[in-house]
């Protein structure tokens, strides 16, 4: 079996642009920036933390259940009988999908915690294409735009 590349004279010129009404040209993709977080109220101490480096994670008192996003009610049980712990900032990733292209290009990432969270988070610091689900990985904070750090991963 042979193949055969027709290179097919009179098709329709590609990237022919109109001059009249010419959109601007799209800006050069630079390093993602990491936007600043969203902080609300209950999350305060979270975030507080953050900056000393530190991943804190809510347990229930009543049900023993952690979870994350930090609330002030266990989405568990219902209870407001939170309270903070320090996670050890390791887990395995659960999920993950590589977006945007060259030094644009981040992969974003479901991590399960060994305190039994899942986050929605970035891995970073690493070749994407080595990625792969059930592997460890360990915290890592990232400076935002905002005044917080932001919780993220990196291989073991
Ligand atoms: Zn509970």
């Known amino acids: 079996m042979s193949t055969t590349n027709q290179s097919t004279a ?36 979270f975030w507080e933390a953050a900056k000393e480096g530190r991943l804190l994670i809510k347990r229930c008192q009543d049900c023993g259940e ?3 996003y930090p609330r002030d009610i266990c989405p568990h049980c219902m209870s407001s009988n939170t309270g903070w712990i320090d996670a050890k900032g390791e887990g395995t ?14 992969t974003l990432a479901y991590v399960t915690l060994d305190e039994g969270v899942t986050m929605l988070t970035d891995l970073v610091d690493c ?3 080595a990625l792969a689900i059930g592997q460890r990985v360990k915290l890592v904070f990232k400076p935002s735009e ?5 919780p993220m991963f990196t291989p073991v």
């Open 10 to 45: 009179g098709a329709p010129a590609q990237g022919a642009t109109l001059a009249a009404g010419a959109k601007p040209a799209a800006k050069p993709a630079g390093p993602r920036r990491i936007p600043a977080p969203r902080v609300l109220p209950e999350a305060m101490p």
């Open 66 to 68: 952690t979870h994350y």
């Open 93 to 106: 990733i659960y999920s993950f999908s590589t977006m945007g292209k060259d030094e644009a290009r981040y």
């Open 127 to 129: 070749d994407s294409a």
């Open 146 to 150: 905002g005044d917080y750090p932001v």
